[in-house]
């Protein structure tokens, strides 16, 4: 079977959640069927084609960019038995592939552009743009993939036109053999972070959607012994930025040991922050599912996350870690802060429950999440959809 994977993001260049899957599961695709990679970039090696936007766009609305993008993988996917898309980067290119060849679209929903309105922000009318790409992919789609139980009711809520028989689960997976503990400390050194102090870990993008400014907030005043981490980058817009650079100079100066890396660190340093946390924190206002949940209970580390989307479908809770409900409004903001710092302090202050949260998130995230088992059940998906075609 030749199928044409397409994605924004893919190594080296990976930086959030959606990246991380497409990397995965390519390498285990490769080994059950025929398979070309098309993402954003520059040069081509063996079984990867990059496409960078047209350069007399440059300087033009992100969408427009994106478009342009789209365009060149669809030309590039004749000969293809079967395209499969990731995000709405990538959504437009895998439905003119299905249009121009005559071949099925598969669609792995990682988040829905109707339920990230803050993207406004970031993308002006751009957004309209980007809403449009993807629901024209998706009610078009030969099968849609989603990534969590709640996040299919999301997509058929979204998109009601969509036959419900055509959505299917899959959930997001880990690597456990590479996602391991790893009890060295040279990453700590480098950074700066004191090995023997307990620390707060944040590993994410700086958007509305992951929930910084909250977090910022919610650890003024948590036991002043613990350190607070943030491996935070990429921001979605200067004033996200801003805001992240105001709310993080306040709380250094109310308390220390507050580190922030604003750089996309190697795995491996992420492993060992991950490892030595006394406790990982998922602040998101919105999340499909979140990789980086698995990636920490995967090290062995226990999880303080919001009950939102499909995060419930990953920390268990009271039993890898603690769930927060997320309220709505200004005065739900403040409850959700205050509920972030209390099941952050209850986990610092237990670190007997603690360790034994942190095992059993390992235990659930090798059980539960192969990526192996997640490879063949989407490539059971691309027969089902071909035959049906």
Same mark, same amino acid.
């Given at each position: 079977?030749?199928?044409?994977?397409?994605?924004?993001?893919?190594?080296?260049?990976?930086? =959030?959640?959606?990246?991380?899957?497409?990397?995965?599961?390519?390498? $285990?695709?490769?080994? %059950?069927?025929?398979?070309?990679?098309?993402?954003?970039?520059?040069?081509?090696?063996?079984?990867?084609?990059?496409? @960078?936007?047209?350069?007399?766009?440059?300087?033009?609305?992100?969408?427009?960019?994106?478009?342009?993008?789209?365009?060149?993988?669809?030309?590039?996917? !004749?000969? @293809?038995?079967?395209?499969?898309?990731?995000?709405?980067?990538?959504?437009?290119?895998?439905?003119?592939?299905?249009?121009?060849?005559?071949?099925?679209?598969?669609?792995?929903?990682?988040?829905?552009?109707?339920?990230?309105?803050?993207?406004?922000?970031?993308?002006?009318?751009?957004?309209?743009?980007?809403?449009?790409? !993807?629901?024209?992919?998706?009610?078009?789609?030969?099968?849609?993939?989603?990534?969590? &139980?709640?996040?299919?009711?999301?997509?058929?809520?979204?998109?009601?036109?969509?036959?419900?028989?055509?959505?299917?689960?899959?959930?997001? =997976?880990?690597?456990?053999?590479?996602?391991?503990?790893?009890?060295?400390?040279?990453?700590?050194?480098? *950074? &700066?972070?004191?090995?023997? @102090?307990?620390?707060?870990?944040?590993?994410?993008?700086?958007?509305?959607?992951?929930?910084? +400014?909250?977090?910022?907030?919610?650890?003024?005043? *948590?036991?002043?012994?613990?350190?607070?981490?943030?491996?935070?980058?990429? +921001?979605?817009?200067?004033?996200?930025?801003?805001?992240?650079?105001?709310?993080?100079?306040?709380?250094?100066?109310? #308390?220390? /040991?507050?580190?922030?890396?604003?750089?996309?660190?190697?795995?491996?340093?992420?492993?060992?922050?991950?490892?030595?946390?006394?406790?990982?924190?998922?602040?998101?206002?919105?999340?499909?599912? =979140?990789?980086?949940?698995?990636?920490?209970?995967?090290?062995?580390?226990?999880?303080?996350?919001?009950?939102?989307?499909?995060?419930?479908?990953?920390?268990?809770?009271?039993?890898?870690? %603690?769930?927060?409900?997320? $309220?709505?409004? +200004?005065?739900?903001?403040?409850?959700?802060?205050?509920?972030?710092?209390?099941?952050?302090?209850?986990?610092?202050?237990?670190?007997? /429950?603690?360790?034994?949260?942190?095992?059993?998130?390992?235990?659930?995230?090798?059980?539960?999440?192969?990526?192996?088992?997640?490879?063949? #059940?989407?490539?059971?998906?691309?027969?089902?959809?071909?035959?049906?075609?």
């Amino acid at each position: 079977m030749r199928v044409g994977l397409l994605t924004r993001e893919y190594p080296p260049d990976v930086y =959030g959640g959606a990246g991380v899957h497409v990397e995965f599961l390519a390498r $285990e695709l490769r080994e %059950l069927v025929d398979l070309d990679v098309h993402c954003w970039g520059e040069g081509r090696t063996e079984g990867v084609r990059r496409h @960078r936007s047209w350069s007399a766009l440059d300087g033009a609305n992100d969408a427009l960019r994106t478009f342009s993008v789209d365009l060149a993988m669809a030309a590039a996917l !004749e000969g @293809r038995e079967l395209v499969h898309s990731h995000t709405w980067y990538a959504n437009l290119a895998g439905h003119l592939a299905k249009e121009l060849y005559g071949v099925p679209h598969v669609v792995t929903a990682h988040s829905l552009e109707p339920l990230r309105p803050w993207k406004a922000e970031q993308l002006g009318g751009g957004y309209r743009l980007s809403g449009w790409a !993807e629901r024209t992919a998706v009610e078009a789609a030969d099968a849609v993939i989603a990534v969590s &139980g709640a996040m299919r009711e999301d997509i058929l809520a979204c998109y009601p036109q969509l036959d419900a028989d055509r959505v299917h689960v899959v959930h997001n =997976g880990i690597d456990t053999a590479l996602y391991r503990p790893d009890h060295r400390t040279d990453a700590l050194n480098r *950074i &700066g972070v004191d090995p023997a @102090r307990p620390y707060v870990l944040f590993v994410g993008r700086i958007t509305r959607q992951k929930g910084v +400014p909250h977090l910022l907030r919610a650890v003024r005043d *948590i036991d002043p012994a613990a350190q607070v981490v943030l491996c935070a980058g990429a +921001p979605d817009t200067p004033e996200i930025d801003r805001e992240f650079r105001e709310l993080f100079a306040e709380l250094s100066r109310a #308390r220390d /040991g507050v580190h922030w890396i604003p750089r996309m660190l190697p795995r491996p340093e992420v492993i060992q922050l991950l490892t030595h946390a006394a406790v990982f924190v998922c602040p998101s206002v919105y999340e499909p599912l =979140g990789i980086v949940n698995l990636e920490a209970m995967a090290c062995g580390t226990p999880v303080v996350a919001s009950r939102v989307g499909g995060i419930p479908e990953v920390v268990e809770d009271g039993a890898t870690g %603690l769930l927060v409900p997320l $309220e709505e409004g +200004p005065e739900g903001a403040g409850a959700f802060e205050a509920g972030l710092a209390r099941a952050l302090d209850t986990v610092l202050g237990d670190p007997g /429950g603690a360790r034994r949260m942190g095992e059993a998130g390992r235990v659930r995230a090798v059980e539960e999440f192969g990526w192996d088992a997640v490879a063949r #059940r989407t490539v059971r998906l691309y027969e089902d959809t071909l035959k049906q075609a």
